[in-house]
Nanobody, 124 residues
Framework: QVQLVESGGGLVQAGGSLRLSCAASGRPFIKYVMGWFRQAPGKEREFVVGISRSADSTYYADSVKGRFTISRDNAKNAVSLQMDSLNPEDTAVYYC?????????????????WGQGTQVTVSS
């Protein structure tokens, strides 16, 4: 099992940037694909970005392509999400996620471990 702790959320004006970080502990980090989900009030949890074990494959939802960048540091057991050009529609609780799927494709079903979430609020 893996434990995930997010940090870096906060309040930012539209057009600004935030960087979220997630520290993982437990089983070897390299075993897990990593990702970020978000959930806005009244909406379903959305799969935003994902990254493969060796960082050779990534997934970005259409809503964040070109604005968000996921990266991982396997030596530090950490994954980060750089968010640029933020807009109010990005306001949500962001969750770090991990999984150890057999299928190498990055999909929402690849993940079954979750952090506690961090709030991101973008003001207009």
């Amino acid at each position: 099992q893996v434990q995930l702790v997010e940090s870096g959320g906060g309040l930012v004006q539209a057009g600004g940037s935030l960087r979220l970080s997630c520290a993982a502990s437990g089983r070897p980090f390299i075993k897990y694909v990593m990702g970020w989900f978000r959930q806005a009030p009244g909406k379903e949890r959305e799969f935003v970005v994902g990254i493969s074990r060796s960082a050779d494959s990534t997934y970005y939802a259409d809503s964040v392509k070109g604005r968000f960048t996921i990266s991982r540091d396997n030596a530090k057991n950490a994954v980060s999400l750089q968010m640029d050009s933020l807009n109010p529609e990005d306001t949500a609780v962001y969750y770090c996620a991990a999984g150890a799927p057999d299928d190498p494709q990055l999909t929402r079903s690849s993940f079954n471990y979750w952090g506690q979430g961090t709030q991101v609020t973008v003001s207009s």
